[in-house]
């Protein structure tokens, strides 16, 4: 039994009829299916949760039109080995051969350099690149490579897409399709694969070894009893995703670090990217504490940087000395509601004539034509300040800003009563 096939790799799909999921690029009419129609596909990244197919597929492309196949890995392969790929494929060339897909999984582990080796070959047909990424290609791809990319979001697989799958695998399975399986429930099934297909026939291979030995029927019970492993209930991709997020951020707002950490040590243990952790402690810094305490954004923007740097497993220490100082500070929201604000009146009042004295005047025109004029430079006064307008006429006294009710923001409030007076009281 153990010398086996993984029944996961043995229900791989052969052809892209028998391939579940992802109608919206592959079925009748839609833009993958009529480009393999005409055999002309385009360089793309498939971007979409773990075990939604995007390795079968690009299989699955090569194989419907009959290209030569390379499959890299971004996380054992680098700018060595996609030269040697490419060095092959100019050969090919040379021999009038079919142009070859180079498949790079999880592309988003590739660095800017390895990337940038990529773009020549892309760009010359040379080869079809398809990346796979579960992330953002927008930030984990770089710009020159993604213009040259067409991109498709997988989608997760349904729940009667997944039950399709265990369903196939005990009718058409070499091993299974002969055993007497009773499959009562799929509920625990679905649930421990997080919608991950590949998973999902890894557990099934697994409970229906144990329920032949024992002659029993599989039930959820019987499923987690068998499934040993204690699987993080998040998933990077879907409502858990934004949900635990969502848990975390709050936490912060809320001052409550202890919260803060747990739905942090959530989001580790889930294969969360730490990037996007640390991206959202920077938004956070300044959306939720601002200058009530101006070092959180620094230390934020550290901690993304060095996430950037180091890998897992440390990265998770400087993330969690960030999340605890961003949740016990003291928190402000007064830029937030500012620019909030301001974004609202310029849509009103966009139009507004910029003042003459704070127009600039690079040239004899428009000094001519008094720009600038009247301006008063404020680093020419007692304190670096002078009282003079910088708004509109029309929106003169007008306030955005108002302070935060905090020790740090309390001086910054003094400060502007004691320079503006009335204009700034608050």
Request: net charge neutral; hydrophobic share 40%; aromatic share 8%.
């Amino acid at each position: 039994m153990s010398t086996r096939i993984p029944l996961a790799e043995r229900m791989r799909p052969k052809s892209i009829t028998d391939y579940v999921g992802q109608k919206h690029i592959i079925a009748e009419g839609a833009v993958l299916n009529n480009a393999l129609k005409q055999k002309a596909i385009p360089s793309m990244i498939f971007w979409g949760p773990p075990g939604v197919g995007k390795t079968t597929l690009a299989l699955l492309i090569a194989k419907a039109i009959d290209r030569p196949f390379y499959n890299l890995s971004a996380i054992q392969s680098g700018v060595k080995e996609v030269r040697e790929v490419i060095e092959k494929a100019e050969q090919m060339r040379q021999f009038n051969q079919e142009q070859p897909i180079l498949f790079i999984d999880e592309i988003h582990r590739f660095s800017k350099s390895q990337q940038d080796s990529l773009l020549g070959a892309v760009e010359r047909g040379t080869v079809t690149l398809i990346g796979a990424t579960t992330e953002n290609p927008s930030f984990e791809v770089i710009s020159a490579l993604l213009s040259r990319c067409q991109v498709y979001v997988l989608q997760e697989l349904s729940k009667e897409d997944l039950i399709s799958i265990v369903d196939k695998a005990l009718a058409e399975d070499e091993f299974l399709k002969g055993e007497k399986i009773d499959l009562q429930e799929y509920e625990a099934l679905l649930q421990l694969s997080s919608g991950d297909a590949r998973k999902l026939l890894n557990i099934l291979e697994l409970v229906t070894q144990a329920a032949i030995q024992q002659q029993q029927p599989i039930t959820n019970a019987f499923v987690a009893q068998h499934v040993q492993q204690n699987r993080i209930r998040y998933d990077k991709s879907g409502d858990q995703h934004y949900d635990v997020i969502s848990a975390f951020i709050k936490s912060i707002r809320g001052s409550d670090p202890n919260a803060a950490v747990y739905w942090l040590a959530r989001m580790i243990e889930g294969g969360e990217d730490p990037k996007f952790i640390a991206r959202r402690l920077l938004i956070s810094a300044s959306e939720d504490i601002g200058n009530a305490n101006p070092n959180a954004l620094l230390l934020a923007n550290n901690c993304f940087q060095a996430v950037n740097v180091i890998g897992w497993p440390e990265s998770r220490i400087i993330l969690a000395q960030t999340v605890t100082y961003l949740a016990s500070s003291a928190k402000s929201n007064a830029a937030y509601e500012a620019i909030n604000k301001a974004q609202e009146l310029v849509k009103r009042t966009g139009n507004l004539s910029i003042p003459i004295h704070l127009r600039n005047a690079p040239t004899k025109l428009m000094k001519e034509l008094d720009y600038g004029t009247d301006y008063k430079y404020a680093h020419a006064y007692p304190g670096n300040f002078v009282d003079q307008e910088y708004m509109p006429a029309e929106l003169s006294g007008v306030k955005l800003y108002e302070p935060g009710r905090n020790a740090a923001e309390e001086k910054l409030r003094l400060s502007l009563r004691e320079h503006w007076k009335e204009k700034y009281s608050y």
